[in-house]
């Protein structure tokens, strides 16, 4: 797909219910102590399947499950980065580049304004942006899923080689 469109916008999502027991991870960062983690096939690092996802929605290109479906035993505990990368490689393939990224975390708890310092570097590197490029918003569901995170994404990509 060749796109003549110098901006596109994606949006991406993801959620996953959280289990005592588990490890969570958010944005390639491990949160300490948390209460639960996510029930995933991979690391259900939710953050970065929401970025992947609205990459891949920029250009049209589908979602993460069709290039990394949990139904494949090579997937099982996959590190998300490897989705990430993946994503990023196929929208650099069309000729663009990630200009800003935009996440939203709704989760009860843990608190993590502690943490979001390190989830804005830690995106930032995965999509050789800026850190400050990254901006990371975090919510309570007040509530209303207290085993739940869902992850909300939105990213710019400009076109950085002439269309063909
Ligand atoms: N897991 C979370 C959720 C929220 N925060 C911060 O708390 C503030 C209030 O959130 P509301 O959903 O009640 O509006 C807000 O400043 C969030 O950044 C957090 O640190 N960790
Ligand atoms: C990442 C994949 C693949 O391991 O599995 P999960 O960790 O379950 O994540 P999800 O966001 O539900 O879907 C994408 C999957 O294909």
Do not use: C
């Amino acid at each position: 797909m060749t796109s003549p469109l110098p901006y596109r916008i994606g949006y991406g999502e993801d959620a996953h219910r959280l289990e005592a027991g588990r490890s969570l991870v958010l944005g390639g960062v491990t949160v300490p102590d948390a209460p639960h983690g996510a029930v995933a096939h991979s690391d259900g690092d939710a953050v970065l399947h929401a970025v992947a996802d609205a990459l891949l929605a920029g250009l049209a290109l589908g979602d993460i499950g069709q290039y990394f479906p949990d139904t494949a035993a090579e997937w099982r505990g996959l590190d998300s980065r490897v989705i990430v990368a993946r994503a990023l490689e196929l929208v650099r393939e069309r000729g663009y580049a990630p200009v800003n990224v935009a996440l939203v975390v709704t989760l009860d708890r843990p608190k993590l304004g502690p943490l979001r310092t390190d989830i804005a570097r830690s995106v930032a590197a995965l999509l050789a942006l800026p850190e400050a490029e990254v901006g990371v918003s975090f919510k309570t569901s007040e509530g209303l899923a207290p085993a739940h995170v869902q992850v909300r994404v939105s990213a710019l990509l400009a076109r950085v080689e002439p269309a063909e």
